[in-house]
Nanobody, 118 residues
Framework: QVQLVESGGGLVQPGESLRLSCAGT?????????KGWYRQPPGKQRELVAL???????TYGDSVKGRFTISRDNARSTVNLQMNNLKPEDTAVYYC???????????WGQGTQVTVSS
């Protein structure tokens, strides 16, 4: 069983930056699958923000390309999301996600709120 815990959310003004971190119990990087971030804006469906593919490459949602960067820290077993030039439309609950393809399981963190407002 994998448990994911997000941290780093908060309230910022437009143009500012935040860094989110997702810590997993055990080594989430030993899982063969995708690891990344999704978000759910108020009143909308959950959407992809960024993830590492099975092959280790990165994929980003169109609205965050050029502003957000996903990274990994193998030693700490964390997946991080650096968010720059934040906009009000980035306001959402951000969720860490790990998909274990061989086991057919999907894991979600509890979510962390990011609010961008002046």
């Amino acid at each position: 069983q994998v448990q994911l815990v997000e941290s780093g959310g908060g309230l910022v003004q437009p143009g500012e930056s935040l860094r989110l971190s997702c810590a997993g119990t055990g080594s989430i990087f030993s899982i063969r699958g995708t690891k990344g971030w999704y978000r759910q804006p108020p009143g909308k469906q959950r959407e992809l923000v960024a993830l590492f593919t099975v092959g280790g490459t990165t994929t980003y949602g169109d609205s965050v390309k050029g502003r957000f960067t996903i990274s990994r820290d193998n030693a700490r077993s964390t997946v991080n999301l650096q968010m720059n030039n934040l906009k009000p439309e980035d306001t959402a609950v951000y969720y860490c996600n790990v998909v274990d393809l061989p086991a057919g399981r999907t894991y979600w963190g509890q979510g962390t709120q990011v609010t961008v407002s002046s």
